[in-house]
């Protein structure tokens, strides 16, 4: 903000933020919108959200098995399809974001889409003719009926509103948050970088409350007064993210339609084609000593901006090829054998972001794990805190969500400012860096969850409870034995979570920044995708070298082979970040994070009042 003199009187030039808007259609002022003043209110509706479904991601797998009578795997694998759909339709909420509704609205509408799922869910866990009768599926004798088909269409309709309504707010949350800074201010990507870290961190709270409030009326209270409350949680959300439309900086949609922006899409992914057609079809031509010979448009020429040109980097010279201007394409130019360098650029930049992209599905395969067998776990064990009180299986996740919430601010406001001034990254270490420590913690909290399971089964072999009824008969060891590999993810997801957010944001091309937030969650809906097609795999594989048909069969987790398939998610992990440390080596970053100088950080602690 600058200030100019008038006769007798000082006069305030506001500072405009190009391309955002205030709630009444004007450009936004910076200072008076956006900043952290704006975000808090994202944030705190974004921990209502998780607040209101978080207990779903861990729980849900309980109510299919214990009250809708599915088997285990079919409950885990219910549970996993349910968690990548809501993944998967962040895509489709993001595109339709930026197209035609704006990231605000899609907030709330995807919120009251949520809601109205919450609420379905409520009635169909409230009224029993919507439910099989009561049966205790743990005993084997016992004639449990399956769930209606009928009442399975009604199921299954409230289920996905609610993936829907999340794949929303997961889409436009994290983007309508960054709208709120800068990035290329250094003093306010520095609050950006802070806003990814507090966003895990309003998960976190929001979490700790689902994991342990709604989680204990679920199980205590009744299922249809915890999917009540979560539709009450999220109304709030709602309300909150309302309240603050007057600070944000608003996103401007392009106005075009969903056709138009998918049609967009598709142009761009030719484009990326024709690069990778024109460098096999000039693959025998010799590159130029000097870059600048390649073929790029006139800038002068094109009412482009200078940001859509993207300089020339030395990685990937394959492709470079692409941009060799022969005789025959100066004077009748063909867009499959002569491409321009920012062009070529683009092509770089994804084919380096599709490698990174592919190695972090393997994590959330083994996240499945955590929300659907290790709360199956859990219930055969000795769940007592103190006295009489028990904590419920599925709320062992507060485990590392406690542990988060006391390190991401000393991570954010300790930690980064150290190694800032080692490294000069705006963020501390890179993004890359932050998600190889994820990747690697993931494969340690798998080989753990191994051995406690190899623990567990041998205390159920020593006091003849093979056969035991969990929760009924739990067997003489505690459920804190778990906490480790819960403990172990926790801290893996503090640096991909995060990592992942900022490398996709600020790595993305400027033709697919758009649904830039939507590749984390892509990836990991791949992963929960890939979970149930590995459950179905290992046991159609194992069906006839084991007495149980499959290392995973059945309800009686006792006689299965859990702690085989633990070990080879850990494995799998473990050969995930070898490739991973292979591709990461081999990426080159669009560019280098803003350094912010001491002086930055006084001046943005000063002014960054919103």
Known sequence: MSFSRGPGLITEKLELVDGKVDWKGKTAVKYKHGGMRAALFILAMFAF????????????????????????????????????????????????????????????????????????????????????????????????????????????????????????????VPSHGADQFDEKDPREAKHMSSFFNFLLLALCLGGAVSLTLIVWIDDHKGWDLGFGLSAITLFLGIIIAVAGWPLYRIHVAQGTSVIVQII??????????????????NRNLQLPENPRELYEIDKDNEAALEDDFLPHRDVYR??????????????????????????????KFILGMIPIFACTIIMTLCLAQLQTFSVQQGLTMDTTVVGSFHIPPASLPIIPLGFLIVIIPFYDQIVVPLLRKFTGHSTGITHLQRIGVGLILSSISMASAAIMEVKRKAVARDHNMVDATPVLEPLPISVFWLSFQYFIFGIADLFTYVGLLEFFYSEAPRGVKTVSTCFLWTSMALGYYLSSILVKIVNSTTKDITKSRGWLAGNNINRNHLNLFYLLLSLLSLANFIVYLLVSRCYTYKSESPVVSPVDNKAGDETEGN
């Open 318 to 347: 394959f492709l470079d090829k692409a941009a060799i201007q022969t005789a025959s394409t100066r004077q009748t130019p063909n867009p499959w054998k002569l491409c321009t360098v920012t062009q070529v650029e683009t092509a």
């Open 264 to 281: 967009q899409l598709i142009h761009f992914v030719l484009v990326l084609l024709k690069v990778f057609v024109a460098a096999i079809r």
């Open 49 to 172: 959200d998780s607040l209101a479904n978080l207990h779903l991601a861990v729980n849900l797998v309980t109510y299919f098995n214990g009250i809708l009578h599915f088997e285990v795997a079919d409950a885990a694998n219910a549970l996993t399809n349910f968690m990548g759909t809501g993944y998967i339709l962040s895509i489709l909420f993001g595109v339709l974001a930026d197209s035609c509704i704006g990231r605000f609205r899609t907030v709330l509408i995807s919120g009251s889409i949520e809601f109205l799922g919450l609420a379905l869910l409520s009635v169909q866990a409230h009224y029993p003719s919507l439910k099989p009768p009561t049966c205790n599926v743990f005993v084997p004798t016992s004639p449990c009926e399956k769930l209606k088909s009928g009442d399975a269409a009604f199921l299954y309709f409230a289920l996905y509103l609610v993936a829907a309504g999340t794949g929303g707010i997961k889409a436009s």
